[in-house]
């Protein structure tokens, strides 16, 4: 990768014309660095990326409104399954707006105007009923939320939930067993499913949330910064389950942390102040982005 | 001493001296206790503490007795069965803090989640002005308005003749104590539960939104699940007014201390009745005889001990949902 | 309502569409249909019934409201529908008001104050804050029948009228007074320990770290602080006490008019009986004596306006010192 430091030759100062002063440039150390994780063999630093599956949701001219200001602006986008696609972008650029869009969440806000198409297996998301539409595309939220309940009664919520008859327990153990086994949390708490969610750790309690998440089986999972508020051991856990679920699922996920997304990510959007700058495969937009904003701020320039 | 006291207080000193007077409150208190318990005494002793409580003749004659025995009365002259009182206020209480409870519940949840905000800014002034009515307001309508209504033309002539020799039916009795205790009780529950449910984290509703719950299920099993513990504080705290309540009760609920017999089908509902408060209000002029001062002490020692059971069982109901970790 | 409207398929819009709002009530199943008419219909019962009450007493109110019923004085007789005005009631539900409020303030606050800065030994906190506990959850009857016990006793027979026979009386403005503010007195304490539970704690360290001793800190910082909430307080303990019948009727004795006791001219009128407005309602309605309602809805109006004043007032304190602060 060039050098673009426009560094002033002093002695040819006046022969040129004014620049502007040189910015500063902060190199991030790029080279991930192994991190020990909790369970399995360790990592290696690179992920195989996915291959990508069938597109799942596509996402049409989207501009997103809130009263006058616009938080997103005419994104298009596709994501597929068997792909994680990561969404960038310093504070404020809309990435966590677009994300709840998908799943209809912008509508709790007033005010809030949609443009555009959003697409779920060929359908408009606007024509399915809202609650059906959350069972197949999925949400985690930044702030573990486990309710107040037993780990069986959070995992099992959305099932008990949607259906027409309240199944009985033991027709749900069976799902929310294999739900905690996809989340990696089964081992840890099946011993007790009725102690009360509130009593797990903080990793355990935002793995809880993935459980509960995929216990129906959505195709679309969506993750809002899920590791921020976590340690880095499970941070890495979390990023680990991430790289299992996107086999199944297609998974997006919102984070300012570009080394997450580098990590987890097989295909990276890069959004700013609302405008979708760049999007393509995780090695391409981070070893050779073609838009400069994104150079600077993979570069660390701003952000 | 006066100058004494203007002078700069040490710290000291002020603790000791500020610490003597919430003393003093509680001196107050405790003396209530023991003075009422005192007082009480007699009454219990001579009938024995379960027969006090036992059914056994009639109230009214066994206060009439009372007042005739004069100021140095022999033990016999405490006989007294309250259960037909016990009984009346177990009935209008209970049956009152589960409607209003109920009723409640959902207006709380209206106005929370479901009402246009036009429509949240006219009920949640409704709600504040029926909590400020005085009792005795909700009294006089009851007996000037229900009560006739409810004589004139619920009760048919026929209901009347066919209890008429044991006792008379006006209006005034189980239906209509009930009604006008549930409109006094039901709109602290409101504010209490309402400002609960405001409170539970948009974390839990949102989390509970994006997994497909419409709103009544988001607000039903998350929300009122968290609130529980308000809920119950609501509950006990209109389960001690409706105890309490002296003045309405006795303008409405009939002032004769007789059993309904639920027997009599649905005339049960039209019988009088008349809950403890309001027979201590009702028989305060006898209370020169000694016999009738002891008797009502009695009846306040069990007010009071109602209360502190109530309060107590209402602790208990929340210790579990301290468990699940939910603020009690 | 947050009813969706249907639909219809569109293509790619090009004017700005306003987000659907929230699901779709007829995708529901039938029960959570029924539980939100259920919530519908307790809202708007709730409203009917306050619109009931407020609209039947303000007809009935100015019915039977004149201003000749408000200046002049009860008269005992049989002919209750036509004689005499409620001017004495007024002025028995204002006294007992004063000498209510004006007993418990000084005791509430000085008991939220210990309790929330020095608060030792913790046993005998956590006593106090039962103890208030207690009594705000004390029927006024319990707590009127205490006070009989208390006035009567000949320790406190200067306060009250005594008879020929020796037997103290035991009811007066003064005795009904000292029982209102034991009413009033968890009201006042709960708002000012609340107010004084918000104060951030940096308030009081800055005023520590200056070298003030923790009673100045207290005098002189937190108290005004919290004028706000004392104030408070103070309007709903009022509103307690003017609305309470049974205090009244236990320990005022139950004279129509103001009978004072003895020649000194304020403490006779304290020693004094009399009547407030609850009790003259009480009184006149059916379940009383004196078969005047329309004298009933007259006193019975006035009462409801003094309340709703007391409680709007409430408001406006709340709201002030939310718009300063």
């Not at chain 1, 037993?150 to 949607?162: C, E, G």
């Not at chain 3, 709903?236 to 103001?258: E, N, P, S, W």
């Not at chain 3, 009933?296 to 109006?301: E, I, K, M, V």
Request: glycine content about 8%.
């Amino acid at each position: 990768m060039n050098t673009r430091d426009h560094v002033v030759d002093p002695f040819l100062d006046d022969a040129l014309p004014s620049l502007p002063p040189p910015r500063r440039r902060v190199r991030l150390d790029r080279t991930p660095v192994p991190v020990e994780s909790a369970s399995g063999p360790g990592r290696a630093s690179t992920r195989t990326r996915g291959p990508g599956g069938p597109e799942r949701m596509r996402i049409e001219n989207v501009t997103i409104r809130y009263g006058e200001k616009a938080a997103v602006k005419d994104v298009s986008l596709s994501i597929h399954a068997g792909e994680a696609l990561a969404l960038i972008g310093p504070s404020g650029c809309g990435k966590t707006t677009l994300l709840r869009t998908l799943n209809r969440l912008t509508e709790t806000t007033a005010g809030a105007t949609r443009d555009g198409r959003v697409l779920l297996d060929g359908e408009d998301v606007e024509q399915l009923e809202i609650t059906r539409l959350r069972r197949r595309v999925a949400m985690v939220f930044q702030q573990p939320n486990p309710f107040p309940m037993s780990i069986f009664d959070n995992v099992a919520y959305a099932l008990r939930v949607q259906n027409r008859k309240t199944p009985r327990r033991r027709e749900l153990e069976p799902q929310v067993a294999e739900a905690l086994r996809r989340a990696g949390l089964y081992d840890e708490v099946a011993g007790d499913l009725d102690r009360p969610a509130l009593r797990l750790s903080g990793g355990q309690q935002q793995r809880l949330c993935i459980a509960r998440a995929i216990a129906t089986n959505p195709e679309v999972l969506l993750m809002d910064e899920p590791c921020s508020a976590l340690d880095p051991r499970s941070t890495a856990v979390i990023e680990d389950l991430i790289g299992e679920l996107r086999r199944d699922l297609a998974v997006v996920i919102v984070t300012h942390n570009l080394a997450q997304a580098h990590r987890v990510g097989d295909k990276v959007a890069f959004m700013y102040l609302g405008d979708l700058v760049e999007w393509g495969d995780a090695d391409q937009v981070f070893a050779a982005p073609r838009a400069e904003r994104t150079r600077d701020y993979v570069a660390g320039a701003f952000g | 001493m006066l100058s004494r006291l203007r002078e700069p207080w040490t710290d000291g000193q002020a603790e000791r001296r500020l610490g003597a007077v919430a003393c003093l409150v509680l001196l107050i208190i405790v003396l209530m206790v023991v003075f009422v318990a005192v007082r009480a005494w007699p009454s219990l002793h001579a009938n024995g503490f379960v027969s006090w409580l036992g059914p056994g003749g009639n109230v009214d004659v066994q206060l009439g007795e009372m007042i005739k025995t004069g100021q140095h009365p022999p033990d016999s002259a405490y006989h007294l069965r309250a259960w037909p009182l016990v009984y009346g206020t177990l009935l209008t209480t209970g049956v009152s803090v589960i409607i209003g409870l109920t009723f409640a519940l959902f207006s709380a949840i209206f106005i929370v989640e479901f009402a246009p905000a036009r429509v949240r800014s006219v009920v949640v002034p409704a709600v504040r002005l029926l909590a400020a009515v005085p009792s005795v307001v909700y009294g006089l309508i009851g007996i000037l308005v229900l009560v006739p209504a409810v004589g004139n033309h619920l009760i048919s002539p026929g209901r009347k003749e066919s209890v008429q020799n044991v006792v008379q039916l006006d209006g005034t009795g189980v239906l209509v104590a009930i009604v006008v205790l549930t409109v006094m009780i039901t709109p602290i529950m409101v504010a209490i539960i309402t400002d609960a449910l405001r409170a539970i984290p948009t974390a839990w509703t949102e989390g509970a939104s994006a997994l497909g719950a419409n709103r009544w299920e988001a607000m039903w099993t998350v929300s009122v699940r968290a609130a529980r513990p308000a809920i119950v504080a609501a509950a006990v705290l209109a389960c001690a007014r409706a105890l309490g309540e002296a003045v309405a009760l006795s303008m409405v609920s009939g002032s004769r201390g007789f059993s309904p017999n639920p027997l009599d089908g649905l005339t049960y509902i039209f019988e009088p009745i008349r809950p403890l408060a309001a027979s201590m209000v009702e028989n305060v002029d006898a209370m020169n005889a000694p016999a009738v001062r002891s008797s009502i002490y009695a009846f306040a020692l069990l007010l009071l001990l109602s209360s502190l059971v109530l309060s107590i069982g209402g602790y208990f109901a929340k210790l579990p949902m301290r468990r699940q970790g939910l603020r009690v | 309502m947050s009813v969706a409207s249907a639909s219809a398929p569109a293509p790619a819009p090009t004017a700005p569409r306003p987000a659907p709002r929230g699901d779709r009530l007829s995708s529901w199943r039938w029960r959570h249909r029924l539980a939100f008419l259920a919530c519908w219909a307790c809202g708007i019962a709730v409203c009917a019934i306050t619109a009931a009450i407020v609209i039947y007493m303000g007809v009935r109110g100015v019915q039977y409201l004149n201003l000749d019923l408000l200046l002049h004085r009860p008269q005992a007789g049989l002919a209750q529908s036509t004689t005499g005005g409620i001017l004495d009631p007024i002025a028995g539900t204002v006294m007992l008001t004063i000498i209510g409020i004006a007993i418990a303030t000084p005791l509430a606050v000085v008991a939220a104050v210990w309790l929330v800065e020095y608060g030792r030994p913790a046993p005998l906190a956590r006593a106090v804050e039962s103890g208030i506990e207690v009594v705000a959850g004390t029927p006024d009857i319990v707590i009127a029948i205490f006070g009989l016990a208390i006035f009567q006793l000949p320790l406190f027979a200067p306060l009250s009228f005594t008879a020929s026979g020796g037997g103290v009386f035991g009811r007066s403005f003064l005795a009904a007074g000292a029982m209102m503010s034991l009413i009033a007195l968890p009201l006042v304490f709960g708002a000012t320990r609340e107010g004084l539970l918000a104060l951030p704690t940096h308030l009081r360290e800055a005023s520590w770290a200056l070298g003030k001793t923790r009673i100045c800190t207290i005098r002189t910082v937190l108290l005004p602080q919290v004028r706000r909430q004392i104030a408070t307080g103070s309007a709903l303990g009022m509103g307690r006490i003017v609305g309470d019948t049974a205090v009244v009727v236990v320990l005022l004795g139950a004279t129509l008019q103001i009978e004072p006791q003895g020649n000194v001219p304020v403490l006779s009128t304290l020693r004094g009986t009399g009547s407030t407005l609850t009790t003259y309602v009480y009184g006149n309605s059916p379940a009383g004596e004196g078969n005047a309602p329309q004298k009933a809805y007259a006193a019975a109006f006035v009462l409801l306006l003094i309340v709703l004043a007391l409680n709007a007032a409430v408001d406006f304190i709340g709201r002030r010192g939310k718009g300063s602060s």
